[in-house]
């Protein structure tokens, strides 16, 4: 946990951002697994965390930005749940630890809302995605549950959007505290990784470095010699020679600040000719991507750029043809690269896509487009100094769409379909890193994690 000082001074910039009613942040709760008393592994809201630093269920906090008021609303471990669970450090103290010195009974909570409510006040809060969550507010404010999520408050979105989008040094920290711990799991799956492993083999082991250093994954790890599957959370495949695994992964440190990093494995040890030129194109890709970071410039700017290298690359490479530019601007890379450049990271991977993925990545400036490919940007918007930001562009061929786009003879002018066939069974390649944007310009942050073509052979089977 940081000093309470950092956690009293975030609620007094909020604070200044909302000036009427009162500011309402629901903790999370324990969600049962296979019955009420068998949890998955808790994890708090990460507004929850950001302004009120405890990572306990049952809670739930607010400021009454009239009288300045800060609340935390809890109770303290009853003896029944000790014989259980063990003794806890009394609320009192726990809210000493963030800064706050009243704390009441959670029982409390909704007769002082109804007060609230009945004295005309209006309450904030953010959107919730925990079912249990919208029933507990619908709960507390008389609000049907269906309408819960539509009274939000936006004004407290866009406040808590722009102030958790700027970390600070300490934050910046934590970030790789959790990139130290995704170096070793890379390091890791490069060392460990040849014919005959499974995915799921691999997966256990470097999985168990980010439970043994940190708090867990920062989402479910994505490993598999089809990467050309984005999302692919299986892990049934054995690895052969000639495959090429793909790892997309993270950490979460035990403040749960996260980690998110892609790299792709040679099982032999070795890219073959033909999976360098394509690993090239989208390192060439990531590489200009990251150079052209700075405060000022629109991160949907970048997205496009690096989908011109992208293109240009697979033109050279005779899969792609035509005037480039034109080709981008109308999506006809998106067969390879489907999917957005990057995003926002910091408490979530995603940072606060809860709040709603256009406040985050968008604005009144920039717009999303709805362009197959172009749509999945989810940071569109232009790029301050302190935001942490991911870039992650890819090269892909996925046989479902290249048969759909090929059957429209979709953008025959710019792909040369009877090339790409030759590609059908190739997979797919992401590189992925975490960059801070600075006050001049960016740095990738942590230590580097082997990335070229020969770095990553020098650790393969090691
Ligand atoms: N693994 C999800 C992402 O990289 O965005
Ligand atoms: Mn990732
Ligand atoms: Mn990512």
Redesign the pocket.
Known sequence: MFDSIIYSQRRKNLLQKISNGIILFPGNNNVPRNFGSMSYPFRQDSSFLYYWGLDFPNLSALIDTETNEEIIFGDDRPVDDIVWMGPDTPMVEKAENVGVSVVKPGFDLKEYLTTAISNGKKIHYLPQYRSENVLFLSELLGINPAYVNKYVSNELIKAVADQRSVKSGEEVMEIEKALDISYEMYITAMKMIREGLTEKEVCGHIESIANIRGAGVS?GT?LSVRGEILHNESYNNTMQNGDMVLL???AETDMHYAS???RVIPVSGKFSDRQKEIYNVVLNSQLKAIKMIKPGIKYKDIHLTAAKVIADGLKQLGLMKGDISSAVEQGAHALFFPHGLGHMMGLD?HDMESLGEDYIGYDDKVKRSNQFGLAYLRLGKELKEGYVL?V?PGVYFIPALIDQWKNENKFAGFIDYDEVEKYRNFGGI?I?DDILVTGDGYRVLGKPIPKTVEEVEEYCGK
Do not use: N, Q
């Open positions: 989402f994505i997309d992964s993270g998110d990093i892609t991977v991911t992650e992401r992925e």
